[in-house]
């Protein structure tokens, strides 16, 4: 058990993936509380649960609570540098879920609702899956006394 822990929570020791994390967690929270909550300009669960059911996310209203949880909770964990490897691992498969079945048709560019955003976003939790949180985490905390 100790080595899956050790695993899970190793890190750089670096200060990039910090950088990424404070970021990403800012962008995931926000974008997390608008499908959940319905701040920051959100639909909420139910405005979002429709939607995502009128583009073939069925059942809408467990996808929105999924990907809303995701994105919320996934990015609050990355705010903390808590569970780093595990949330991105969430996180990128909600990224990718999110391009292939939103952004993809539409080409790169945001503009046009591409999927340029979302590719970024998945870039820097795939970075932060291989790096883990960096030196300024909790992640690192707890593995320095496992």
Same mark, same amino acid.
Request: no cysteine; aromatic share 10%.
């Given at each position: 058990?100790?080595?899956?822990?050790? &695993? !899970?929570?190793?890190? %750089?020791? /670096?200060?990039?993936?910090?950088?990424?994390? =404070?970021?990403?967690?800012?962008?995931? /929270?926000?974008?997390?509380?608008?499908?959940? $909550?319905?701040? $920051?300009?959100? +639909?909420?669960?139910?405005? /979002?649960?429709?939607?995502?059911?009128?583009?073939?996310?069925?059942?809408? +209203?467990?996808?929105?609570?999924?990907?809303?949880?995701?994105?919320?909770?996934?990015?609050?964990?990355?705010?903390? @540098?808590?569970?780093?490897?595990?949330?991105?691992?969430?996180?990128?498969? &909600?990224?990718?879920?999110?391009?292939? /079945?939103?952004?993809?048709? #539409?080409?790169?560019?945001?503009? #046009? #609702?591409? +999927?340029?955003?979302?590719?970024?976003?998945?870039?820097?939790?795939?970075?932060?899956?291989?790096?883990?949180? @960096?030196?300024?985490? =909790? %992640?690192? !905390?707890?593995?320095?006394? !496992?």
């Amino acid at each position: 058990m100790k080595s899956i822990v050790s &695993t !899970v929570l190793k890190t %750089d020791e /670096t200060l990039a993936p910090v950088a990424l994390r =404070l970021v990403a967690g800012i962008i995931f /929270t926000a974008h997390g509380a608008q499908k959940l $909550f319905g701040w $920051f300009g959100g +639909y909420g669960l139910e405005g /979002t649960g429709q939607w995502m059911a009128s583009i073939g996310l069925e059942p809408g +209203y467990f996808m929105a609570l999924m990907a809303g949880s995701a994105e919320f909770f996934g990015g609050l964990l990355l705010l903390l @540098g808590l569970l780093v490897r595990p949330s991105a691992i969430v996180l990128a498969i &909600t990224m990718l879920v999110a391009i292939f /079945t939103v952004h993809w048709p #539409n080409g790169l560019f945001m503009s #046009n #609702n591409g +999927y340029e955003f979302g590719l970024a976003l998945l870039a820097m939790v795939a970075a932060l899956g291989m790096s883990g949180a @960096g030196r300024w985490s =909790l %992640d690192r !905390v707890i593995s320095a006394k !496992v």
